[in-house]
Each structure stands twice: as structure tokens, then as C-alpha cells.
């Protein structure tokens, strides 16, 4: 089974924003960001679906699953989580600054 950790899926969209040429508009960089953190949040939802795909699995007494796979999905999945709530937040902190900005 193909586990793709968030860690690889940020590597890899750090290297797309590296190597993007800049855009002369505001609405497709926003687009591009809009996807990026689409697929963030997907990658993360697919890594707790994974989690707890396996879990029920090894409950149910799967032989093909042991213990070791499902306690590292679960902290695949932990540590995606985390690492999502830590961007919202900064992300949060960013738009209250800006909306505190006199104009």
C-alpha cells in the first residue's frame, strides 16, 4: 500500500513554487496557491482516511496489516494534521495583521 507522507508532498510543491516563473496577475498566483493548499488538505484528508482504513483492518484481524503499519500511518496522518493547523494559524495571524493595517 502507497503511503504519501505530507513532508514529501511539501518538498515537492516547494520545488514547483521554486522553479514557477512569476505571473504578471494577481488571479492566477492565486490560483496556484488556492491549489496547492487544495491538495495540502487533500493529501492530508487521504493520509487519515489511510489511518483509519488500516486500523479497522488490523481490528478486524487482516493479517496482511500488522501493528508497525498502522502506528505509522496514524503518526503519518498525526503529524499532516498538525502541520495543517500550524499553517491555518499563520495563515489566520497573517490576515488579522493585514486587517489591521491603517489604509
Known sequence: MRIDGFNSEM???MLDAASAKPVATGHTVGADFKDLLTNAINNVNS???TSGDLQTRFDSG???VSLSDVMIARNKSSVAF???????NKLVEA???LM????
Open 11 to 13: 518538498q515537492a510543491m
Open 100 to 103: 489591521n493595517m491603517p489604509v
Open 95 to 97: 490576515y488579522k495583521e
Open 62 to 64: 487482516d493479517n496482511n
Open 47 to 49: 493520509l487519515s482516511k
Open 82 to 88: 498538525e502541520a495543517t493547523i500550524q499553517v491555518r
